[in-house]
């Protein structure tokens, strides 16, 4: 018995030792990362967003009314102060998509913008502000390391409803949100945090400013805003644009241009600005620094308000505009031959 169990022993042994060494898994070769360098293409995208304007159930706070306050079967919508027609939510205030653009040559590794653009009445993302309007070729335009976002708000209507920016903190959380949207465009987790310091320069046109005095009221964005420019926007709301501009002076910039559709009301806002003993230039300004605050009146003949955003002062104003702001420059502009004078 004794020798049949030292036989078993031997034969297992042999065949534990015949049995091969599991082989270590190989480690695969080292990927050197390719350099995030300026955008070889531009990216155009319309993206859903958690925190955009609309749908909004929410309370319109200067009357306190619900902003939907009509009912008609399973559809709800808005009634508009303007004429008491209404703008029913699933046509009008159901689109959460935001328009991003990120132009050829934008680079990530240096300081840059975040532009949003704020359109005005009877507007969509892709008709108007890519179109007609032609936001995103300016920016693509001018020399500046900056980026594009536009939210929808009402499609298509005669409506300035600032939707959930009449919330306090949203449009804190809107721009952080687009932060992290702008960063996936990469499809590269290396610069996920490259846009969360980015400042933001607020452009509204028309019927944009209702949304735009709003955001500068209860926004919460602080110091991150950079900047505001009005185009032909000034319909109302002068004392939040004044607050802002009172509060943050010295520190960021305000442009407002304007026909006679909004030229009381920018005369109005220039006499609060007064009474506060602030500066303010009425000539374009050969710089946006902070600390500049400006007033262009377009004239009254040739300028029509409905093709504000492309012509103004000048030949698309947005280009002027961005190529003006100071300290963001996307790159060296291709360098031209001139003739050297004698020293």
């Known amino acids: 018995m004794t020798l049949i169990f030292f036989v078993l022993i031997a034969l297992a042994s042999s065949v534990f030792a015949a049995s091969p060494k599991p082989t270590p898994a190989a480690t695969p070769p ?31 706070p200067d009357s ?10 399973s559809r709800k919508g808005h009634i508009s102060a303007r004429d008491n027609s ?30 949003v653009f704020f359109h005005g009445n009877g507007a969509t993302l892709s008709r108007d502000v890519l179109d007609r309007q032609q936001v ?29 920016f009449w919330q306090r903190g949203v449009f804190k959380k809107f721009v952080e949100e687009a932060a992290s ?35 500068l009221a209860v926004g ?32 960021t910039f305000f442009f407002s241009t304007y026909t006679e559709s909004t030229r009381e009301e920018n005369g109005a806002l220039k006499s609060e600005l007064d009474d506060a003993n602030l500066r303010y230039t009425t000539t374009p300004p050969k710089a946006l620094r902070p600390g500049t605050v400006a007033f262009v009146d377009s004239g009254f003949d040739y300028t029509k308000h409905q093709d504000f955003v492309t ?33």
């Open 30 to 60: 080292s990927v050197p990362k390719v350099p995030i360098g300026p955008l070889k293409f531009p990216i155009t995208a319309f993206v859903p967003f958690d925190y955009a304007p609309f749908p909004f159930r929410g309370l319109i």
């Open 64 to 73: 306190g009314k619900k902003f939907i306050d009509k009912v008609d079967g």
């Open 86 to 115: 209404v703008h029913w939510e699933d046509e009008t205030f159901n689109d959460n998509r935001v328009l991003l653009y990120l132009p050829q040559g934008f680079d990530i590794r240096k300081p840059a913008l975040i532009i």
């Open 136 to 164: 995103a070729a300016q920016l693509a335009a001018a020399n500046l390391n900056a980026v594009l976002v536009a939210p929808q708000f009402a499609v298509d209507a005669a409506d300035s409803s600032a939707g959930r």
């Open 181 to 215: 949207k702008l960063a996936l465009q990469y499809h590269d987790r290396r610069v996920e945090n490259a846009f969360k310091p980015s400042k933001v320069v607020l452009v509204a046109y028309s019927g944009g400013y209702l949304p735009a005095a709003w955001s």
């Open 220 to 251: 919460q964005i602080g110091s991150r805003l950079q900047g505001v420019i009005l185009l032909d926007a000034l319909y109302g709301h002068i004392d939040k644009f004044a607050a802002w501009i009172e509060r943050t002076r010295g520190s």
């Open 311 to 343: 012509e103004a002062w000048t030949q698309n104003p947005l280009t002027w505009l961005f190529s003006r702001v100071h300290g963001y420059p996307k790159g060296k502009p291709a360098a031209t031959k001139t003739a050297h004078s004698p020293k």
